[in-house]
Nanobody
Framework: VQLVESGGGLVQPGGSLRLPCAAF????????MGWDRQAPGKERELVAA???????NYADSVKGRFIITRDNAKNIVYLQMNSLKPEDTAVYYC??????????????WGQGTQVTVSS
């Protein structure tokens, strides 16, 4: 399984970014799909997660600002980040739990994409 992330970059406070992550491989099922982040000097934390039925879970720090969605047919998860703050600066990692043709449920992570919020 390979996860391909994109969409990171530099944005001003109050701005928006959209992070897509596509999963490739001999995937039978994915549940859940989500995003973590790790800021310098801090532990990795869950940002948002979504299950196939559409139920979502968000960190308190991003509720009302971030929206996670998924395209089940294409195995893509999106993180729409609005009203960005400097404290959102971090490396964002896509993560999934997937069952493949060759293995039972396992966790997978992307390589990470840098998001920097600064004026």
């Amino acid at each position: 399984v390979q996860l391909v992330e994109s969409g990171g970059g530099l944005v001003q406070p109050g701005g928006s970014l959209r992070l897509p992550c596509a999963a490739f491989g001999s995937i039978f099922s994915i549940n859940p799909m989500g995003w973590d982040r790790q800021a310098p000097g801090k532990e990795r934390e869950l940002v948002a997660a979504i299950i196939s039925g559409g139920t979502t879970n968000y960190a308190d720090s991003v509720k009302g600002r971030f929206i996670i969605t998924r395209d089940n047919a294409k195995n893509i998860v999106y993180l729409q980040m609005n009203s960005l703050k400097p404290e959102d600066t971090a490396v964002y990692y896509c993560n999934i739990r997937a069952r493949t043709v060759y293995s039972y449920w396992q966790d997978y992570w992307g390589q990470g994409t840098q998001v920097t919020v600064s004026s």
